[in-house]
């Protein structure tokens, strides 16, 4: 396995290989990119559905087929911004989406192969771009690009994550690389790249402990969250939205699910080239289903790192203590980062209360009753060593 056959690379793992300021969409965007550009603007009116009522309908079915697919990212990352914030942006959410957003929104996540709406990777992983081009991808060099209101608390949410998913370039590249050494039986080499794993995870949770700085519990819940919610498990649609022009979709709602940090592929990756398992339960349902709103080339990394990845039958049946140790260090580091994430979700999210529709602070974003089932999949976790 090697990461540049699944649009990857150390250096940025399962970011945009490309940085969004630098695509420049075709002109039949231009009323869209205005729009998106003044979001927070349209947002603050209070009637955010009059003014993107008035969109014209770009007519994107064959642009889709055949785009560069740096501009249909970004076209995704415009598009599912509008979409949310048409949804979400007012006191009550609408029965409907209008074909002006619902055909468009459509035929781009078609071409990409995921749901039309609001993704993880549309709102972290092809969301941001180096302030100063020559500096790294890290917290004091990075912006994000699109945004609900803006403002300090929702970039630093967003860039923190785009600072996690770099860093794990590392882990990405050493776990295609393990896939090879475990079969070669090469424990030097196996422990070497364990032990630089385990490093890398300790610059992870450093900028993972960085939420607090410059992004509040309050703000986040009030300002930030209600925006990215999806459509399914949600009360405050009653069964999900209806896509206008689709034929389809016909008038039935679509219920699809919110975007959140599970989508991320770091933790299914570690999971899959470990060989970690998780008993059935509610989340373990809601994560299998979230993998197919992944972009498609970071589902066929995890699902070939599942297939292929021999490593714990290797460390298990070795006597070298080193690999071992190594080995469970790089477990008890993905279980250290879902305790912090437990910790973030009980502050951020259910310790909050609000009226806000749609936003209950017991269900995250995707729909489910996080709180408890977090806490089991962390201990099965650190459960699973050799």
Known sequence: MELKDYGMSRERG????????????????????DAAGKLSGLLTTGRIRHWLDALPDPGLEDWAKNAP?????????HYSFLVQAYVWGEPEPPAFLPANLSRPMVAI????????????????LDNWYRIDKAGPVDLDNIAMYQNFYGGADENWFVLVHVAIEAEAGVLLDNAAKLVTVSKQRDEAEA??????????????????????????P????????????????NPALDGGLVYRGIDRFGDTPQAFRGQTGSQ?????????????????????????ELHHYRPVPHRRFIEDLAAQSTLRDFV??????????????????????????LEYAASYINKQAGSIAGNDPDVGT????????LKKHRDENRAQTV
Request: aromatic share 14%; with cysteine.
């Open 69 to 77: 697919e740096e501009e249909v990212r970004t076209a995704m990352v």
């Open 191 to 216: 422990t070497r790249l364990l032990i630089e794993m385990d490093a890398a995870w300790e610059r992870i949770y450093g900028h993972f402990g960085r939420m607090p700085e410059r992004c509040d």
């Open 218 to 233: 309050y703000v986040y819940f009030h300002r930030v969250r209600p925006y990215i919610h999806g459509w399914a498990n």
């Open 366 to 373: 995707g729909g489910t009753p996080f709180m408890r089932y």
């Open 14 to 33: 399962f970011l945009s290989h490309y940085e969004i300021d630098s695509i420049a969409l075709p002109s039949q965007f231009d009323p869209v990119v």
């Open 316 to 341: 298990g049946g070795s006597d070298d203590q080193a690999l071992k140790d190594a080995f469970n260090a790089c477990l008890e580091q993905s279980a250290r980062f879902r305790t912090r994430h």
């Open 264 to 288: 991320s592929s770091i933790v299914p990756s570690m999971d899959a080239l470990f060989q970690v398992g998780h008993s059935d339960d509610p989340l373990k349902s809601f994560l299998d």
């Open 109 to 124: 996540a078609d071409r990409l192969g995921q749901a039309p709406l609001l993704p993880y990777s549309s709102y972290v």
